[in-house]
């Protein structure tokens, strides 16, 4: 197997150093220069977001060239196709020193084959933009996960050749739950690499008629329930028991599951016609939220406090969801936490994340 250094050497003498999603020469890796260190109480800390999104133009041949699957109509959405001193630029003003970029899988329901050239193409530019800025971009590679053995090897080459920091997933892929046994493998492997595993919710289209009507329902309320419904079925099901070592990074706060998570505690032994009298987990269940990590995207501190009192400050990492305008003042939002101490405060602006994805800090 070719090693990191050959992979991006052989990238830059194809040309594929200038793909289309805007990059500059590589000299000017550096970025813009103009950033300003963020300190607490005179301590500094690279500022790192673990939940900034990116799409790469070169995959629209793949889609029959529909924009819309790349860029759905919501705000921001062209500024996931990077030109990178438009994007330094709003780093700048977020005072964000780096993104860890992920593209939301839109290909689950793809032909196999076609979603395996989308996924390539997407771990090759993901490669190739955080090699030509390391000081501003990590990212997370990829999968076709409709096929667990294939995903197994991208994400082997994207840990081991392209240097990407694990894998960004959804909340399920074509209806099978990712505590489904076919999944173990992909699990496996990830624990094996120490990779880590973004999920980033996609939905919960079955219930599309009930969101129906104001409110931008499926995504409001549809995304953080893809979410508690991801992280309850790899609890409930004991895919956390079989995998210990497993790294997940929950999008939005973890979704509803860390609001209520102690209702968990009780179901079994209230309703247990409704639980399998063969899963023995080793642990309650709002204790695997322990080793779960959870990015800061809930809006106010009241919201942190009660993640903070449920799952540790120790769990919690920086997350906008940048270029979409969710928390566009994302490290002011950590300021403003009464609750976390201010040694707590630099662990969940980046020194968290940097220990987790093995990111220079």
Not at 77 to 98: S, T
Not at 257 to 267: E, K, Q, V
Not at 310 to 318: C, E, M, P
Request: charged share 20%; with cysteine; hydrophobic share 40%.
């Amino acid at each position: 197997m070719s090693s990191r250094r050959d992979f991006l050497r052989g990238a830059a003498a194809s040309g594929v150093m200038f793909c289309g999603c805007g990059l500059l020469d590589a000299a000017h890796a550096q970025g813009s220069g103009r950033r300003t260190a963020v300190a607490v109480n005179g301590k500094t800390v690279k500022v790192i977001d673990t939940h900034a999104h990116c799409v790469f133009a070169e995959t629209l041949p793949l889609v029959d060239n529909n924009r819309a699957i790349l860029l759905p109509r919501v705000r921001g959405a062209e500024e996931a196709l990077i030109e990178v001193q438009q994007r330094f630029a709003a780093m700048d003003k977020q005072k964000v020193d780096m993104e860890v970029l992920s593209v939301n899988p839109f290909w689950y329901r793809r032909p196999r084959d076609n979603a395996a050239q989308i996924v390539k193409v997407n771990n090759e530019k993901m490669a190739e933009l955080c090699a030509a800025y390391p000081d501003r971009f990590a990212g997370f590679a990829s999968l076709t996960l409709q096929d667990p053995q294939l995903a197994v090897q991208e994400l082997e080459v994207a840990m081991k050749k392209q240097g990407l920091k694990g894998a960004a997933i959804g909340g399920s892929v074509a209806d099978k739950e990712f505590s489904d046994p076919a999944f173990h493998p992909v699990w496996q492997k990830a624990e094996e690499l120490g990779a880590v595993l973004f999920i980033h919710p996609q939905g919960t289209p079955e219930l599309a008629k009930r969101f129906a009507g104001n409110g931008w329902l499926g995504n409001t309320i549809g995304n953080p329930l893809d979410t508690t419904i991801a992280l309850s079925q790899l609890i409930f099901n004991g895919t956390l028991d079989r995998f210990p070592g497993l790294k997940i990074l929950a999008a939005h706060g973890g979704g509803f599951l860390p609001s209520y998570a102690d209702r968990s505690d009780h179901s079994c032994t209230v309703g247990p016609a409704g639980c399998d009298p063969n899963i023995t987990l080793k642990k309650r269940p709002t204790e695997y939220l322990k080793q779960i990590w959870f990015d800061s995207l809930i809006f106010s501190p009241e919201a942190i406090r009660h993640l903070q009192a449920q799952v540790g400050a120790s769990q919690i990492v920086l997350g906008s969801d940048y270029p979409y305008p969710w928390q566009m003042a994302p490290v002011d939002h950590i300021f403003a936490c009464e609750s976390l101490t201010d040694d707590q405060k630099l662990d969940v602006l980046g020194r968290t994340a940097a220990k987790l994805l093995n990111i220079a800090a």
